[in-house]
T-cell receptor, first 111, second 112 residues
Framework: SQQGEEDPQALSIQEGENATMNCSYKTSINNLQWYRQNSGRGLVHLILIRSNEREKHSGRLRVTLDTSKKSSSLLITASRAADTASYFCPLMKTSYDKVIFGPGTSLSVIP | DAGVIQSPRHEVTEMGQEVTLRCKPISGHNSLFWYRQTMMRGLELLIYFNNNVPIDDSGMPEDRFSAKMPNASFSTLKIQPSEPRDSAVYFC??????????FGPGTRLTVL
């Protein structure tokens, strides 16, 4: 399969807690991206991590990539109610490859 | 930049009618993607263009669906004739050089 598979399917946490979502894949990749989709809205790009990178940060977001295990994780620290959304990890095998989205992880942050 | 622009935002039509969805990508982007999202099937890639040329249309469900990109600033997705099972949110996205995709707000299509 050329898509990333997000895990868990659903996650519910209290505001202020950290949220961790995982992504597994089966092919070699050029890069892996994380997107967020709030209910009824379009997708918003969060982070792109390339195959030669192991970790990237953006604000409260931390993404890791382990190409040997073919897995990535997204950590959201100090979660907020506004982080409630679905999160996706599409990957690209080459720079101009098509991007296929998996089912995503549905995160609920309870105030 | 105003981002990716899609029109209309909502479309309600009757079965058998032709539907045309429009997309204006971000200026300077060379790739454009059409997606369809439903509760049952999630987010599906329908077709994508690179430098206005269709690269992969394997996600287009049937011959009733067609997409064009006559120039770098405009694309259309047409459904003719439309059916109730086509009801979904259709997203357009653009990118440059295989990097992050910027999504439009989507068109919510309801076929009665």
């Amino acid at each position: 399969s050329q898509q990333g598979e997000e895990d868990p399917q659903a996650l519910s946490i209290q505001e202020g807690e950290n949220a961790t979502m995982n992504c597994s894949y089966k092919t070699s990749i050029n890069n892996l991206q994380w997107y967020r989709q709030n209910s009824g809205r379009g997708l918003v790009h969060l982070i792109l991590i390339r195959s030669n990178e192991r970790e990237k940060h953006s604000g409260r977001l931390r993404v890791t990539l382990d190409t040997s295990k073919k897995s990535s994780s997204l950590l959201i620290t100090a979660s907020r109610a506004a982080d409630t959304a679905s999160y996706f990890c599409p990957l690209m095998k080459t720079s101009y490859d098509k991007v296929i989205f998996g089912p995503g992880t549905s995160l609920s942050v309870i105030p | 930049d105003a981002g990716v622009i899609q029109s209309p935002r909502h479309e309600v039509t009757e079965m058998g009618q032709e539907v045309t969805l429009r997309c204006k990508p971000i200026s300077g982007h060379n790739s454009l993607f059409w997606y369809r999202q439903t509760m049952m099937r999630g987010l599906e890639l329908l077709i994508y263009f690179n430098n206005n040329v269709p690269i992969d249309d394997s996600g287009m469900p049937e011959d009733r669906f067609s997409a064009k990109m006559p120039n770098a600033s405009f694309s259309t997705l047409k459904i003719q004739p439309s059916e109730p099972r086509d009801s979904a949110v259709y997203f357009c996205a653009s990118s440059w050089g295989g990097n992050e995709q910027f999504f439009g707000p989507g068109t919510r299509l309801t076929v009665l």
